[in-house]
């Protein structure tokens, strides 16, 4: 993209949007625990699937604009998924002596995000085989 101003304002809505789902989820999670981060665990793992479908049609070459590439991935997806929230978290369950759910959060986000994201290209994949 050319304009650099017209694809910060593609990243600028697409983190708007993001933003306020990932706020969203952070207030449902509360409903399943005050304790556990669960909203911004699960941003993590929606974000990295969403991420790894984005990313394989983008290199695939499917009609996938570089404006919507920027909306969704930098965008939408920077604006959802929160390392900062993580760290926080953590360190936050760390300051508490609560060294399992620490290990447990950082090790469960990691490794779920990761398969998320294979998830997500592999059915790109097995859609345009």
Do not use: D
Request: proline share 2%.
């Amino acid at each position: 993209m050319n304009n650099p101003l017209l694809a910060a304002l593609f990243v600028g809505l697409g983190g708007f949007v993001g933003s306020i789902c990932r706020y969203s989820l952070s207030v449902l999670g509360q409903r399943f625990s005050v304790t556990w981060p669960t909203g911004t665990f699960a941003a993590n793992i929606i974000g990295c699937f969403f991420i790894g479908i984005i990313a394989t049609l983008a290199a695939r070459g499917t009609s996938i604009s570089p404006e919507l590439k920027l909306a969704l991935a930098t965008g939408f997806c920077g604006g959802f998924t929160t390392l900062s929230s993580l760290i926080y978290e953590t360190s936050e369950f760390l300051r508490s002596q609560e060294y399992f759910h620490a290990g447990s959060y950082v090790a469960g986000t990691f490794a779920f995000s990761l398969t998320a994201f294979y998830l997500g290209a592999t059915m790109v994949r097995l859609i345009f085989k």
